[in-house]
């Protein structure tokens, strides 16, 4: 699965694309790795923009999730944006919505993290 | 072959309280919205018929006992929680004074898995024969401690049945009678034992306490073999998956998410959400069965899966 990042004034957004599952979630694990080490090291939110997220499985919450702790230990923080209506129906099945940080919109997303991020994702 | 629910609780046995049952009650005559009823057998099918399950039933009850009935004289059973002792009164009942043979599967030794055994009324019949087929070391010394003094009043030795312990090996096929069996080791707490059967072309899975990381894909390979084309798979569904991967992490139990993955991926006809967390009222039982059948309405390949949760009391052939 791709995964893109682009910043928001200090803050990172990544954007995984297509299926998240047991096939490609270690991939996925070693993908991010480098952007959750580069937020927590700045002390910046990560945020996960799932708008192009189509599906994700149980082995690929648990990715999410285990990032997710990797940033509390750190006093980190993770943020998820803009889910697709199947995967906000899988989050609300398996209680995900109830751990995570899940807005509607990207914006909403920058703006529960950063007023500076809010800006820079305006400015476009 | 049929297969009978006698308990279907995790952890420990629960019952509807005096408050339950009057809010269930006044639920329903708010449902019947002033009908009057000509007869008994008129307000019968208005319930029956009318009403959702959470009002005329409850999911119970005792914690895990399952019975497997294939046509044989003998009884085969999967452990031996609370939903033992209603499960002996039904063997008894059956017997009409002959003695029984009761085959026993033992998934572990944790308590709510033994407890019904000194409540098992054929364990106190002569000429009774109990097989407790097992892959733990420690079954025999399990079911002796919970029956020795001070815990409880009757020695495991004064037990008129025979008795016996089969020790079974993960991964190989035992074929007695009428039934093959083939046991899986799972992720628990001092580990756990799923149980393949096949009877009359039929296959059931029994895989309670069981936590899955799919993640790891050697792991959920396994599964899916071990699941394959099963026509029931019996499934620990105790927590949601947020729970398991958070504060709940490490316990030993799953969810109802991984239950319909790991079934569309082996071919699974039927899956049965079972070991029900105990502080899961009727109503949050029914929701979660509710969501899991939404989930696979939306992950459906080519086949579909069918869902359902299992309760004190259901039968289902296969």
Redesign the interface.
């Known amino acids: 699965m791709a995964l893109s990042h682009r910043n928001y004034a200090k803050v990172r957004v990544v954007a995984p694309v297509g299926r998240l599952d047991?096939?490609n979630?270690?991939a996925f694990r070693n993908d991010l790795a480098p952007h959750l080490d580069a937020c927590l090291r700045e002390g910046q939110a990560l945020i996960f923009d799932l708008s192009g997220l189509e599906?994700v499985?149980?082995?690929g919450?648990?990715?999410l999730?285990l990032a997710a702790?990797q940033a509390a230990s750190r006093s980190g923080r993770l943020v998820i944006a803009s889910l697709q209506p199947?995967v906000a129906?899988?989050f609300?099945?398996?209680?995900?919505n109830?751990?995570f940080d899940v807005f509607p919109t990207m914006r909403e997303a920058l703006a529960s993290v950063s007023s500076e991020a809010v800006e820079a994702f305006e400015r476009g | 072959m049929r297969v009978r629910f006698w308990g279907t609780r995790g952890s420990m046995p629960v019952a509807l309280t005096a408050a339950d049952v009057r809010d269930k009650l006044a639920q329903a005559l708010v449902a019947a919205d002033g009908r009057r009823f000509e007869s008994f057998g008129a307000a019968y099918d208005f319930a029956q018929q009318e009403l959702p399950f959470t009002l005329t039933h409850t999911f119970g009850g005792h914690s895990s006992c399952v019975e497997l009935e294939t046509g044989s004289n003998e009884y085969f059973v999967c452990d031996m929680g609370s939903g033992a002792r209603p499960f002996g009164a039904h063997v008894l009942a059956r017997q009409g004074g002959r003695p029984a043979t009761v085959n026993v599967f033992m998934s572990h030794v944790h308590w709510d898995h033994i407890m019904g055994f000194p409540f098992f009324g054929p364990a106190y019949v002569p000429g009774t024969t109990i097989r407790i087929h097992g892959c733990h070391d420690i079954l025999e010394q399990a079911l002796r401690l919970q029956q020795a003094p001070p815990c409880f009043p009757v020695p495991f030795d004064q037990l008129a049945a025979k008795i016996e312990f089969v020790k079974l090996v993960p991964g190989e096929t035992y074929a007695g009678g009428s039934v093959s069996v083939t046991p899986k080791i799972q992720r628990h707490s001092g580990d756990s034992y799923g149980y393949r059967f096949e009877a009359g072309g039929k296959v059931l899975i029994y895989s309670t306490d069981s936590e899955h990381k799919l993640e790891n894909r050697g792991e959920a390979e396994a599964f899916v073999a071990f699941f394959r084309d099963a026509d029931l798979v019996v499934f620990d569904a105790m927590y949601s998956l947020a729970e398991v991967a958070s504060v709940k992490a490490d316990w030993g139990h799953s969810s109802n998410i991984v239950g319909v993955e790991l079934c569309q991926m082996a071919g699974v006809k039927h899956l049965v959400l079972f070991h029900h967390e105990p502080s899961s009222d009727d109503a949050a039982i029914e929701a979660v069965l509710r969501d899991t059948r939404r989930l696979e309405e939306l992950t459906r390949g080519a086949r579909s899966l069918r869902v359902s949760a299992a309760y004190d009391g259901l039968e289902i052939d296969l």
Do not use: G, K, P, T
């Not at chain 1, 609300?92 to 995900?96: C, D, G, K, P, T």
């Open positions: 047991h096939d979630c270690e599906y499985s149980s082995a919450l648990r990715c999730m702790r199947l129906e899988i609300q099945i398996s209680r995900f109830l751990v």
